[in-house]
């Protein structure tokens, strides 16, 4: 079973930046892809797979940006120019070689002057 801890959320202003962490347990090698989703619906934010290919979500393409860092198994979402329409609540998705997505408990993200 893999852990997935979600961290970063909070409260910024319209137009404000905040950079969202997905620490998950287990070997960077046995994940074939992390993705960043968002609301109970889990509609797709941006994910990056394993050969490092990144797939956006066409609000995120200009504004957001997903990283890794294998070293501490922890995947990044920067979210910049965010809006109020952004206000959710954002899920990480961790797939491994044979399943998932396994996901973590969620982070609440809220723009609002």
């Known amino acids: 079973q893999v852990h997935v801890v979600e961290s970063g959320g909070g409260l910024v202003q319209p137009g404000g930046s905040l950079r969202l962490s997905c620490a998950a347990s287990?070997?960077?090698?046995?994940?074939?892809?992390i993705g960043w989703y968002r609301r109970k619906q889990r509609e797709l934010v941006a994910l990056i797979n394993k050969?490092?290919?990144?797939d956006f979500a066409e609000f995120a393409k200009d504004r957001f940006t997903i990283s890794r860092d294998n070293a501490k198994n922890t995947v990044y979402l920067r979210m910049n120019s965010l809006k109020p329409e952004d206000t959710a609540v954002y899920y990480c998705?961790?797939?491994?070689?044979?399943?998932?997505?396994?996901w973590g408990q969620g982070i609440q993200v809220t723009v609002s002057s």
């Open positions: 287990g070997s960077p090698d046995s994940f074939s892809a």
């Open positions: 998705g961790v797939y491994t070689l044979d399943s998932g997505p396994h």
């Open positions: 050969y490092n290919t990144i």
